[in-house]
């Protein structure tokens, strides 16, 4: 019954090297997020996408992009890891945007070494 | 100031007990707000959902919206040991697609 998916959930990834985290959705909500979970802290969304249309938000830094081949799947690529990105990233999804709710997956705990 | 505030505890109450978890706001625009809970090492589960303000009741769960005073409340009544985890507040204003989130409160509910 899963409705929000992400792949893998533990990632170990060196330092510099491009990691890429997979989201999917079997909800067919026009809306995907990624969210930046840092410990102790709270969600920071990265960027969404409304349908192909990609939106980014102002502070997400150039070395995290996206991808959203379709409606039921969604990528985040880290191109060159920091320690600073060590983090769980969280994949959400809605209907809409005005007022509907967002669906979280279970999140993908990277490790940066 | 951040746009949400949250008390990040711990919160540490005996089984059955009641459980106010609250978080303070700025922006007098936000007009839906969400309580979500995370087990550890989880991503986040919607627990209540509201609009304006008000109350809503869920089980368990009463969350509150006051937006005179810019301040959301969810209550757990007879809380229970898998009650323990972490509660976040989010909130939205109409049109927007950013959540706002409160960094969380972590409850432990002690059998």
């Known amino acids: 019954d899963a409705m929000v998916i992400q792949n893998p959930r533990y990632q170990v990834t060196q330092f510099g090297k491009p990691v890429t985290l997979s989201c999917s959705q079997t909800?067919?909500?026009?809306?995907m997020y990624w969210y930046q979970q840092k410990s102790s802290q709270a969600p920071k969304l990265l960027f969404h996408?409304?349908?192909?249309?990609?939106?980014n938000e102002a502070d997400t830094p150039d070395n995290f992009q996206s991808r959203r081949p379709n409606t039921s799947f969604c990528f985040l690529d880290i191109r060159s890891p920091g320690l600073g990105d060590a983090a769980m990233y969280l994949c959400?999804?809605?209907?809409?945007?005005?007022?509907?709710?967002?669906?979280f997956g279970p999140g993908t705990r990277l490790t940066v070494l | 100031q951040k746009e949400v505030e949250q008390d990040p505890g711990p919160l540490s109450v005996p089984e059955g007990a009641i459980v106010s978890l609250n978080c303070t706001y700025s922006?007098?625009?936000?007009?839906?707000f969400m309580w979500y809970r995370q087990y550890s090492r989880k991503g986040p589960e919607l627990l209540m959902y509201t609009y304006s303000s008000g109350n809503k009741e869920d089980g368990r769960f009463t969350a509150q919206v006051d937006k005179s005073s810019k301040y959301i409340s969810l209550f757990i009544r007879d809380s229970q040991p898998s009650d323990s985890a972490t509660y976040l507040c989010a909130m939205k204003q109409t049109g927007a697609n950013n959540l706002f989130f409160g960094t969380g409160t972590r409850l432990t509910v002690i059998p």
């Open positions: 996408y409304y349908d192909k249309d990609f939106n």
């Open positions: 922006n007098s625009a936000f007009q839906y």
């Open positions: 909800l067919n909500h026009n809306v």
């Open positions: 959400a999804t809605s209907y809409g945007i005005s007022t509907d709710t967002q669906y």
